[in-house]
């Protein structure tokens, strides 16, 4: 089958999400959650995802997360990570009670798309304020793809209705043999061979988002795909942020960027690529703050 052919195969069935003048929706992609230990590369930028979750929340936006939320790769139980990120999902809880969350899964988390996989796995959670084991994703059903459409609107002063607007959601491994046809071989790969020499520095040669060739290869068949078939893909996997008008292919970016956070914003008819990051004020005390990259009018 050809990267095209997974790509659009992710989309047969997708959920459509509205698309309109009061839409907010944040997509992050690549958080990598692990275990704690040294191979846990979100880690080190927890606390900048946690203050944007937290400021998303509170601004009523859905949260909509691109695959490779979990590192499901190098870590074998799901339950570790929960049980490490207690803070992280505990906020994700509140944003799926309030029907306001969506997650995809991607290569390094595709396990997740095998049937009652939220029932058995994150069903539930023990909460460290509480002390008692409270609802975190019951019933929750993990996508390969997402749809977010614009309906028709009338223009002003007009007859002809404008034709709505589609944003396709993926996580982008379809165009990427060995992390979608081939994902075991690699996940074997990265878990008893490429993860050990890490520790001596060595850089796994087959990930898009390490190897830069790969990684411009990878984008420019997500960046053919959506310019043959017309529509505006969104992905992660690169972990390489994108947003302009000059080509129909975006990417979130990823929550393991060295001293940052990056995601992409609807709000309205507004596609917004913002990092999060840490910085000083005056004073020399430390704070979270939102800088806007890149922005574009869909």
């Known amino acids: 089958m050809s990267y095209s052919s997974r790509l659009s195969r992710a989309f047969q069935n997708a959920p459509i999400l509205p698309l309109g003048p009061c839409s907010r929706y944040v997509l992050i992609s690549d ?29 009523g936006y859905t949260y909509i997360e691109l695959g490779d939320g979990d590192e499901l790769w190098e870590n074998r139980r799901m339950s570790q990570i929960i049980e490490i990120h207690n803070n992280v999902f ?70 002809q209705c404008r034709q709505g607007q589609r944003l396709y959601l993926t996580h982008g491994h379809q165009a990427d043999p060995l992390n979608s046809t081939f994902w075991r071989l690699a996940r074997f790969l990265v878990r008893y061979f490429w993860q050990p020499l890490e520790h001596f520095g060595v850089l796994d040669p087959t990930s898009a988002a390490k190897n830069y060739t790969h990684k411009d290869k990878v984008e420019q068949r997500l960046t053919d795909y959506a310019q043959k078939t017309g529509h505006i893909l969104i ?15 975006f990417n979130t970016g990823s929550c393991v960027h060295p001293r940052c956070i990056t995601c992409l914003e609807i709000l309205g008819d507004k596609l917004t690529l913002v990092k999060w990051a840490s910085d000083t004020r005056k004073d020399h005390t430390l704070y979270v703050g939102r800088e806007v990259l890149s922005q574009i009018k869909l």
Request: with cysteine; glycine share 10%.
């Open 235 to 249: 992905t992660g996997h690169t972990h390489r942020p994108r947003l302009s008008i000059d080509t129909p292919y």
């Open 90 to 159: 505990w906020l994700l809880s509140l944003f799926y009670r309030q029907g306001r969350l969506y997650l995809l899964y991607g290569n390094h988390d595709m396990e997740k798309k095998r049937p009652g996989y939220s029932n058995q796995v994150c069903n539930t959670f023990f909460s460290t304020d509480s002390q008692c084991h409270q609802p975190l994703f019951p019933g929750l059903t993990f996508y390969e793809g997402l749809i977010l459409e614009q309906h028709g609107q009338r223009q002003c002063g007009q007859e």
């Open 31 to 59: 958080c990598h959650r692990g275990n704690g230990t040294w191979g846990d590369n979100f880690l080190k930028n927890q606390n900048l995802y946690f203050t944007a979750l937290k400021h998303y929340y509170a601004q």
